[in-house]
């Protein structure tokens, strides 16, 4: 048996997946979840392709072998492996797969890695984590996480919300765990993932107590529901060329009394303890690196589109054209250029590596702004085309197809090739699922503007402020210390 069909074995567990009212029984064959499914199930089986196997696993202790994502960077070789794999999991869905590709588990890697590190913060941590991770590792789960709390009131700590008081949170502690109660969002991917993280992506304050907790559930762990949005997912693979097949599904996870066991409790109610674990410097470096490259991809993949769309109208002469053509350019070279100085500037942690962070930081805050302004350009570049298509492809074969092969057809290329492409686009800037993207690459890392801010204070400024300091009191002739 593949890993994709292990994949979906795993599935069907009797999850508690509920979608527009009612409680799915089959995710695998329902039409809101296959389509992914499959791509999902398609990936795991590259995994084993004789061609590519070596690019994608590595072997481990006992022989078998595992995803690259779990490789610890003992080299800095090793940094161009993990980037490597990345680049072709996340190319087999033009980057339009976030939550399978690695980011969850290279965060896990860091954890695991400096386990020893917050042992004094989380006592049993080392132990916790090194079972945990090994058995994610060697059975190849996929893991997401869910660290917001509903928004109900954000002026509000979640301790000051009375009967609104609806953040996932500890009511009980028993001899076998903890019981949790309330909700957390947002989890891309949980539907079809075999594990979730769960903690808190912001900072609490002392007062909210229950809520400094770090722990993982198994997505068919009882009384855990996960509550899905309205499927943007189509059984319609000509017309619908990404809505079919890369669906990435968001969920609500509530917890209606859950049962959490002890040796998935990573910190029981430390909230100085989460943050310092959250934000480990290493943890941060090695986890942000597959986000980077998959945006290269999935500039690639904007650019490709915005360049044909150009070519298939025949209006790449025009210099207004070529200025929007080459943002687009420039943007996965901007981006492309901060990946391979993070790799190549990578830091040591005692005995493993990462990549730089200053440039992966950069590269993640421009990414927030590039991805809404590449879907602007591809609009721009169509015009009221991508309105103008057929309802179907179908079309090509009715009664009035020779019309629409007349009508339709391109500078460069026939009717049918041109509609296709214009499907594509459309599927990519103007369905719900290209709304969706455009939203997520927005505040997947959070606000831009508190992404911004904080990258402004931690920034390492001193090298800046000391040369401008020695200059003001160099007393070289401002006409010698500047040639």
Known sequence: MGAGERLKKRLRDGRNVWINGERVRDLVSHPAFSGTIESIASLLDLQDH?????????EISNGNRA????LIPETKEDI??????????????????SRVAGYYRSQLVGWYV?????????????????????????NDLLLTAAGHDPQ???????????????????????????????AKMIATGAPYMDEIMISSHKKREKKEKGFGSMFAINVNTPNVHLICR????????????LSSRFDEMDAVIVFDDALIPWERVFIKDDIEAMWKIRNDPFVTAISIHETIVRLVSKLEFVAAIGNDLAESIGITKYQHVQAKLAELFMQVETINALLLSAEHHSNKYDDVWAPSIDPMVTAKNLGMHYYPRAIEILQQLSAAGMLQTPSSTAEFHSEIGEFVNKYYRG???????????LKLAWDLVGSPLGSRHELYERFYAGDSVRAFASQYLEYDKS?????VQDRIKSKISSELSFQ
């Open 411 to 421: 500078a460069d290329r026939n009717a049918e090739e041109r509609v296709k492409l």
């Open 230 to 241: 309205e499927s943007f997912s189509s059984d319609n693979k000509e017309d619908h060329p």
């Open 80 to 97: 161009f492996r993990r980037s490597r794999a990345f680049r072709l999991w996340s190319g087999a869905t033009f980057g339009v797969m």
């Open 67 to 70: 995803n690259m994502a779990f």
């Open 50 to 58: 004789p061609d590519v196997r070596d690019e994608l696993t590595f």
């Open 463 to 467: 090298n800046l402020i000391k040369r």
């Open 152 to 182: 109900i009131d954000r002026s509000k700590t979640a301790d000051e919300l009375g009967d609104l008081y609806t953040a996932a949170r500890i009511v009980k502690e028993t001899e076998d765990g903890i019981i949790v109660r309330g």
């Open 114 to 138: 400096h386990r020893n590190i917050f042992e004094n913060e989380a006592p049993k941590f080392s132990d916790k984590m090194k079972r945990y991770f090994e058995w994610v590792r060697e």
